[in-house]
């Protein structure tokens, strides 16, 4: 069983706020991922982190951000959200050796109205 | 680029038949690696399978199959005697060696099975 958590697993917000989605493993993983998932189910990468200090855009463009301070935590904030930030969020890790399988949390579903 | 294709977006099937879910990948690279995630209704996605590019052998766990065909850029998944409980959605993913990539997930195929 993946020992990835994200809180919170529901949140509801207004239009303006900021808010950070919380993302924590607790299996030493070097790599972390933030996928964002549409109501159509497909998932998209929209940031990731090889280790400390290092983090990359993904494929799909986002107007969050990702810090990685720590090993074990990888929060995505959200400066100003919109009702277009409406969705899925779901966070990943896996190990530092080549293609392993990530283990995903939960989820974060947000509503921004 | 890589990509990952699952043609089918829904499939509806009576308790105890047999279903397969396609997948169709496209890479340039020659070692890649190819998974399979179930994800409930509860909404993680949970691992099911990894396969690397030079192993074609086709693998069984209990009801699940899955067979890998390099010649087809194919790697399906069959679950035979489907159950309620394998009602989900079903991703399949694909991660090029080179670069050490994410996962490149298909759009899902979502299972209903009916009792």
């Known amino acids: 069983e993946a020992d990835i958590y994200q809180t919170p697993r529901y949140l509801v917000i207004g239009t303006g706020k900021k808010i950070t989605l919380e993302c924590s493993q607790t299996m030493g993983h070097d790599k972390m991922y933030w996928y964002q998932q549409d109501p159509g189910m497909e998932l998209h990468l929209i940031h990731y982190?090889?280790?400390?200090?290092?983090?990359e855009k993904g494929d799909l463009s986002s107007e969050s951000t990702v810090s990685r301070i720590r090993t074990e935590h990888f929060p995505l904030t959200l400066e100003s959200a919109r009702p277009s930030h409406t969705s899925q969020y779901l966070c990943?890790?896996?190990?530092?050796?080549?293609?392993?399988?990530?283990?995903f949390g939960q989820g974060t579903r947000l509503t921004v109205v | 680029a890589q990509k990952v294709t699952q043609a089918q977006t829904e499939i509806s099937v009576v308790e105890k038949e047999d279903v397969t879910l396609d997948c169709v990948y496209e890479t340039r690279d020659t070692t890649y690696y190819l998974f399979w995630y179930k994800q409930p209704p509860s909404g993680e996605l949970v691992f099911l399978i990894r396969?690397?590019?030079?192993?074609?052998q086709n693998e069984i766990s209990g009801r699940y199959s899955w067979n890998f065909q390099k010649s087809t850029s194919s790697f399906n998944f069959t679950i035979t005697a489907s159950q309620v409980v394998d009602s989900a959605v079903y991703f399949c993913?694909?991660?090029?060696?080179?670069?050490?990539?994410?996962?490149?997930f298909g759009k899902g195929t979502r299972l209903s099975v009916i009792a």
């Open positions: 990943a890790s896996s190990e530092r050796q080549l293609n392993t399988e990530a283990f």
């Open positions: 982190s090889y280790g400390v200090n290092s983090t």
């Open positions: 396969r690397n590019s030079f192993d074609e």
């Open positions: 993913a694909l991660s090029e060696a080179w670069g050490n990539t994410p996962l490149v």
